[in-house]
């Protein structure tokens, strides 16, 4: 969200191999699709501490070789986005394929430059 937005696809691994999200369902209350939604988006409103889950995210969910995943498309967004843990706030920006942390003095330089209105 704080770069230019992608998608993230759950239940491939590494390698492309689908593995589904069937052994999830066991980490959420409704055993399905609608279930594991219903948790990530909570997750993003707990964490993010910003109601941007109904702007920014869309999840679909996909039948592959008889197994769901998820595809989670993420919008960049046009304000900056901080992650809440407890006491800690961090600033991570998606870098090629890494993700970076920004301590303070770097995420000031990068929201100055980044999120600059004309």
Not at 33 to 61: C, H, M, P, W
Not at 68 to 80: A, L, N, T, W
């Amino acid at each position: 969200m704080n770069g230019q937005g992608g998608i993230l696809i759950v239940g491939v691994d590494r390698t492309g191999k689908v593995v589904g999200i069937s052994k999830d369902y066991s980490l959420v209350q409704n055993k399905n699709t609608d279930g594991f939604e219903r948790e990530l988006r909570n997750s993003v409103d707990k964490y993010l501490k910003q109601k941007i889950a109904d702007t920014l995210v869309n999840v679909k969910f996909h039948l592959v070789e008889r197994q769901h995943i998820c595809e989670v498309i993420v919008k960049p967004s046009s304000k900056p986005i901080v992650l809440y843990d407890g006491d800690m706030q961090e600033f991570y920006v998606r870098v090629g394929n890494s993700t970076k942390l920004y301590l303070a003095s770097a995420m000031i330089e990068y929201c100055q430059e980044r999120f600059k209105t004309s």
